[in-house]
DNA sequence: CACCAGGAATGTA
DNA sequence: TACATTCATGGT
């Protein structure tokens, strides 16, 4: 068993099943709304507390609004607030919106190409490598591992590698586990837990 | 009151 | 390629 395996079990063994948000995130199988939900989520928590994206999903919901067709009706500026930098997420909500739709829904995606939709994520405003993979992975089943500040500090701690850079990191994890996107779903999440736990 | 959270875009050198 | 700055709210 290699170190990246090695520290899947360390924190599987610490933590258990994943909690709070990840159990909708880590949910097996997902429906098309909890899979929408989830994009919605992964641009809410770029740079922030998940207990203020928590809030901001919240208002979405009583407003009808947490869906990508939904999305586009209402008044998300206000709604989002909590999550902060309200305008430009709002903006972002918008581009992958108008993204999902003309690609004819989340359940084409399911079917697409990891690879080219990667790359059409990536051309979007506000979709960089980390969000982009948590859509990929946590949305849409994609074995795609997803690297974040967490994961970064964890790599570092335990001295796994000195190279800290995103692709570098992402290969690290995917070259040394199954191919299995239930598995990253539930590592990544665990990684997380972890960083939160020890602060 | 200061600091920062599961990032990404933009600008500068 | 490598940094610095900006975006914003709420918890600690």
Same mark, same amino acid.
């Not at 290699?2 to 997902?30: M, V």
């Not at 009706?73 to 919106?97: C, D, H, M, V």
């Not at 590592?187 to 939160?196: M, N, P, R, W, Y």
């Given at each position: 068993?290699?170190? *990246? ?10 933590? %258990? ?21 989830? *994009? #919605? $989520? ?11 994206? +928590? ?12 869906? #990508?067709?939904?999305?586009?009706? %209402? ?28 690609? $004819? %829904? ?19 405003? %506000? ?14 089943? +994609?074995? #795609? ?11 570092? =701690?335990?001295?796994?590698? =000195? ?18 996107? =239930? ?17």
């Amino acid at each position: 068993m290699n170190k *990246i395996e090695k520290l899947y079990q360390k924190l599987a063994k610490k933590h %258990g099943k994943p909690a709070d948000q990840w159990s909708l995130w880590c949910k097996r199988p997902k429906t098309i709304n909890e899979r929408e939900e989830v *994009i #919605i $989520g992964a641009i809410l928590t770029q740079n922030t507390n998940w207990n203020n994206v +928590k809030k901001a999903i919240e208002n979405l919901k009583k407003a009808n609004c947490l869906s #990508i067709q939904d999305l586009c009706s %209402g008044n998300i500026e206000e709604l989002i607030k909590p999550s902060g930098f309200y305008r430009q997420k709002t903006k972002y909500l918008f581009e992958i919106a108008k993204f999902v739709i003309q690609s $004819g %829904g989340v359940e084409k995606l399911l079917s697409a190409s990891t690879d080219e939709l990667r790359t059409n994520l990536l051309k979007l405003k %506000g979709i960089g490598p980390e969000t982009a993979d948590s859509i990929l992975n946590y949305a849409l089943d +994609k074995p #795609i591992f997803v690297i974040d500040a967490y994961t970064k500090r964890l790599v570092e =701690a335990e001295k796994i590698s =000195a190279n800290l850079s995103y692709n570098y990191l992402q290969k690290l994890f995917m070259d040394n586990l199954p191919t299995d996107y =239930a598995l990253f779903q539930d590592f990544h999440a665990l990684i997380v837990i972890e960083g939160k736990n020890k602060k």
